[in-house]
């Protein structure tokens, strides 16, 4: 019997020696509590945990990525779309993320939905299409703001898609192209008036000079002799006929 009991002494020591090890990897920590109370945060490496008297919980510090679920949201023009995202977080302090909030992981997750609803719904639906580096921008600071207490960091927040109703995606194709069609009517009436500038400027030197008018005449007829065309209008200057209309009066009155 004496055996007996000190062989089945032993056993139960070499099973608290073998409960009492811990071993936590690089990116791990235990939180000690003793007796209840908080003890202090351990690892990595090789820790030992006195059975029945100290407890730990691990906690992981690498970087988690959570994805957030789709989101209905009516943003300030009374647009709705489904935004979801994607946030990257990890514990900095393990003390506050197991004694602050009963779960770290589920609290967080209800933030970051809140907060996408809360922060696209004061924004235009323009804005949440092409300002997306600022929404994430402002999303991720109020997450890490929030959640400090928490001894959670915010690292960053990626708005994934933003989709709409069919009926939306037609009325947004109807306006952009009518603000094609705008951008294109504008380009037109610019060119145009572009062109009647420069045919008032050379009205003008012309005007001033009026060889330029006849050599001009000249070019003109050498484009018409070089047209495959079997008709050729030969346009009469206005001066042959002043000139011809003087030597007629002139003839008249003699």
Do not use: C
């Amino acid at each position: 019997m004496t055996l007996q009991f000190m062989a089945v002494v032993a056993i139960a020591i070499i099973a608290l020696l073998i409960s009492a090890v811990r071993i936590l990897r690089e990116y791990e920590r235990g939180v000690v509590f003793l007796l209840g109370r908080f003890y202090k945060v351990k690892g990595p490496g090789f820790i030992i945990i006195i059975p029945f008297i100290q407890q730990m919980v691990r906690v992981d510090l690498r970087t988690i990525v959570m994805d957030v679920p789709t989101q209905d949201v009516i943003s300030q023009d009374n647009v709705s779309v489904h935004v979801n995202a994607v946030v990257y977080f990890r514990v900095i302090d393990p003390q506050k993320a197991i004694i602050q909030v009963e779960q770290y992981y589920d609290a967080t997750s209800q933030l970051a939905q809140t907060t996408l609803r809360s922060v696209l719904g004061q924004h235009e639906l323009d804005e949440m299409l092409s300002e997306r580096d600022k929404l994430n921008n402002d999303i991720q600071s109020i997450l890490d703001s929030q959640t400090d207490a928490w001894g959670i960091k915010v690292a960053n927040v990626e708005i994934k898609h933003v989709d709409l109703d069919e009926s939306m995606i037609r009325a947004i194709a109807k306006q952009a192209e009518a603000e094609r069609s705008r951008r294109a009517k504008v380009i037109h009436a610019e060119g145009e008036l572009q062109a009647s500038e420069k045919l008032q400027q050379a009205a003008e030197i012309l005007a001033k000079q009026p060889q330029s008018l006849q050599l001009r005449y000249l070019q003109t007829l050498t484009d018409i002799a070089g047209d495959k065309s079997s008709t050729i209008v030969f346009p009469l200057p206005v001066e042959l006929l002043d000139a011809m209309r003087s030597l007629s009066d002139r003839k008249g009155n003699g």
